[in-house]
């Protein structure tokens, strides 16, 4: 019996891994200089400690450490380079239009309304049943007033990848600035600034075992050198574009993050992927009216989101009580309204409403996920039980 409550939720937020927490410890304690106080020892130690992680977190994306700005998360990272993008190419008459999607996190989508209602020209592509958007839909959409396209490269309720390096190419051919908000995908599916000709990527460490509170954003110097209008004035931090005293301790162990999902992704992204068909394949050959939501392949090897007919989410989850797991988006999770990402797939809203997000991490096992699956069951079926008239009985679907 595995020890309770399951932690299911990794799209949500991650343990801290203890190396990265052992790798931070010193930054609270005796190593607490200022790494803007290059004039002493103490400042000098932040600041080099500070060089390392940047280091670290570049080397993951194939980027330069240079091309790395600290943040305070990807919802900051996301609102920088949509904003600071969009203020700065219209300053520069290079166009006020922008390209995103409709599954995209709220991080990405509200800002770019919120440019919308400043003034700019916003598309808003479709997604197709599996949540993707095609680099069709995307050269279909650009004009030659487009300043920037947004694509995230792994949706985060449904685990979708995008075909990123495409619409990078694309952009490129056409000289239009391309973001993609990468915070699920980071650490855990190879991704490259360069082969994706990505301009701006935004990520965070507290969906890679690292701390809360610290993200980056990735910005180009070459090839284009991609300039920002800053969001925050004040010292000059991060080459001006943010700044903010750094906080050292989370950017430590940010760059320990990193640096351990770099060495570790290939093995951790296979055992991730078996543990995640075991759970698929168990919840589907042991319940009638389940359905998978998301690409069945191109999405991330942790990720499940399951429909299951004739449930509330809601309910399931209260039922769940040792089983922490999300309906919907976790964000989101205070909104009754069906999932957005769902509906935007084309999903119905009951079967939306009976979704469960199942996001499986570094920390799971297989005990864990062997228990998971007979409670998943005994939970839905007790559920269709309560409601008679359903057409869900409690049978056994032998052909998964
Ligand atoms: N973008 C995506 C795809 C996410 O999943 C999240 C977190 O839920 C964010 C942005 C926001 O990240 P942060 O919590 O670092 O602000």
Not at 149 to 160: C, D, P, Q, Y
Not at 198 to 210: C, N, P, Q, R, V
Not at 262 to 290: F, K
Request: a negative charge; glycine letters at 10%.
């Amino acid at each position: 019996m595995p020890s309770l409550p399951i932690y299911l939720d990794n799209n949500a937020t991650t343990r801290t891994d203890p190396r990265v927490l052992e790798a931070m410890l010193p930054f609270f304690t005796e190593r607490y200089g200022n790494a803007a106080s290059r004039h002493h020892a103490f400042g000098r130690d932040a600041e080099e400690a500070v060089q390392q992680a940047r280091e670290q977190v570049a080397q993951l994306i194939g980027a330069e450490a240079r091309e790395i700005i600290f943040t305070s998360g990807a919802t900051e990272s996301d609102n920088l380079a949509l904003k600071g993008a969009a203020w700065m190419q219209r300053q520069l008459k290079k166009g006020s239009h922008l390209v995103t999607a409709a599954a995209e996190h709220h991080a990405v989508l509200d800002p770019a309304k919120r440019l919308q209602r400043e003034g700019f020209q916003l598309t808003i592509l479709p997604v197709d049943q599996y949540g993707q958007v095609s680099p069709d839909q995307v050269a279909a959409a650009l004009t030659d007033q487009t300043a920037l396209v947004s694509i995230m490269a792994a949706n985060n309720e449904v685990g979708t990848l995008q075909p990123i390096a495409d619409v990078g190419r694309l952009c490129k051919e056409r000289g239009v600035l391309f973001h993609t908000d990468a915070v699920q995908a980071v650490g855990k599916v190879p991704l490259d600034v360069e082969a994706g000709g990505i301009d701006l990527l935004s990520l965070t460490a507290h969906k890679m075992y690292g701390p809360k509170g610290v993200g980056a954003l990735y910005v180009r110097r070459r090839n284009p050198h991609v300039r920002l209008e800053p969001r925050f004035d004040g010292g000059g931090h991060e080459r001006g574009l943010r700044a903010g005293t750094l906080p050292v301790p989370l950017i430590v162990g940010f760059g320990k993050a990193c640096e351990i999902c770099q060495q570790e992704m290939a093995e951790e992204s296979q055992r991730l992927l078996r543990l995640r068909e075991r759970l698929r394949a168990g919840i589907m050959d042991g319940l009638t009216g389940v359905s998978l939501n998301g690409h069945p392949t191109d999405r991330l090897p942790g990720n499940l989101n399951l429909s299951f007919a004739g449930i509330h989410g809601e309910a399931l989850l209260t039922s769940l009580k040792n089983l922490a797991v999300s309906s919907g988006s976790a964000c989101t999770s205070a909104n009754p309204e069906p999932s957005y990402v769902l509906r935007a797939m084309g999903v119905p809203d009951d079967l939306a409403h009976g979704s469960i997000r199942f996001g499986l991490g570094r920390f799971t096992t297989e005990e864990e996920v062997d228990w998971a699956i007979g409670e998943v069951i005994r939970a839905v079926n007790r559920l269709r039980d309560l409601n008679p008239e359903q057409e869900f009985a409690r049978t056994i679907n032998r052909t998964g």
